[in-house]
């Protein structure tokens, strides 16, 4: 596709489930990255993949989140043991370059009940 | 890390001037500007680079003082469309994360 996808578009689960995430980047992008937005609040940076480069996790906010990007192209966002502090919109957004503009695909908004 | 943003929000008439600011503790090679609208994402609107090199919006300009550390956006004439929220993100250097501040909320009413 022409732009960053994600999926699922909406995901509702209950307080203590796993849930999946994922983002197909845009073709040839070797820098990705995912976000977090509660509602109202700004883009909390979560972690980061370039190129083969170990990730940068360093804003992850507890061991229960974890993200993997397979072959540099797909990446997949897992939070384990949902909480309902979880419940936000996840973005992922890619560039071709960590210093190039970055877009951004449309968001999974997480809901834990 | 996260560079800070001011002011929080602004309301502004139809063809009237704003300017947000962007200040970072560190040293910079870019500053990023984007702005997300109500339920959508983040789009690109400028990058400015050390050196002084600009690219991005055609109605949208911005500085980068590198020896400050800031960056300023200046929106001219403004429109009820540029209504949102305007983010810088900084980039350091090497493999760095782009950071983003906490955002600035333009409102823009007839």
């Known amino acids: 596709g022409a732009g960053v996808s994600q999926s699922p578009s909406n995901k509702v689960t209950e307080k203590g489930k796993d849930v999946e995430l994922r983002c197909d980047p845009i073709?040839?992008?070797?820098?990705l990255y995912w976000y977090r937005q509660s509602l109202g609040q700004g883009l909390e940076f979560l972690i980061y993949?370039?190129?083969?480069?170990?990730?940068?996790k360093s804003g992850l906010p507890s061991d229960r989140f974890s993200a993997e990007r397979t072959g540099g192209s797909v990446s997949t966002l897992t939070i384990q043991r949902t909480q309902q502090e979880d419940s936000a919109v996840y973005l992922c957004?890619?560039?071709?370059?960590?210093?190039?503009?970055?877009?951004f695909g449309p968001g999974t908004r997480l809901t834990v009940l | 890390q996260q560079p800070v943003q001011s002011p929080q929000a602004v309301i502004l008439r139809e063809g009237e001037d704003a300017v947000i600011n962007c200040s970072s503790s560190?040293?910079?090679?870019?500053v990023h500007w984007y702005r997300q609208k109500h339920g959508e994402a983040p789009v690109f609107l400028m990058i400015?680079?050390?050196?002084?090199e600009q690219k991005g919006h055609e109605k949208i300009s911005a500085s980068f003082n590198e020896k400050k550390q800031q960056s300023s956006l200046y929106l001219t004439a403004s429109q009820l469309s540029y209504s949102g929220t305007y983010f810088c993100?900084?980039?350091?250097?090497?493999?760095?994360?782009?950071?983003f501040g906490k955002g600035t909320r333009l409102s823009v009413i007839a």
């Open positions: 993949f370039q190129g083969n480069s170990a990730p940068d």
């Open positions: 993100g900084t980039y350091v250097s090497g493999n760095t994360p782009l950071v």
């Open positions: 560190k040293a910079l090679y870019s």
């Open positions: 400015l680079l050390k050196g002084g």
């Open positions: 957004a890619t560039a071709g370059a960590s210093y190039n503009e970055q877009f």
């Open positions: 073709s040839g992008h070797t820098a």
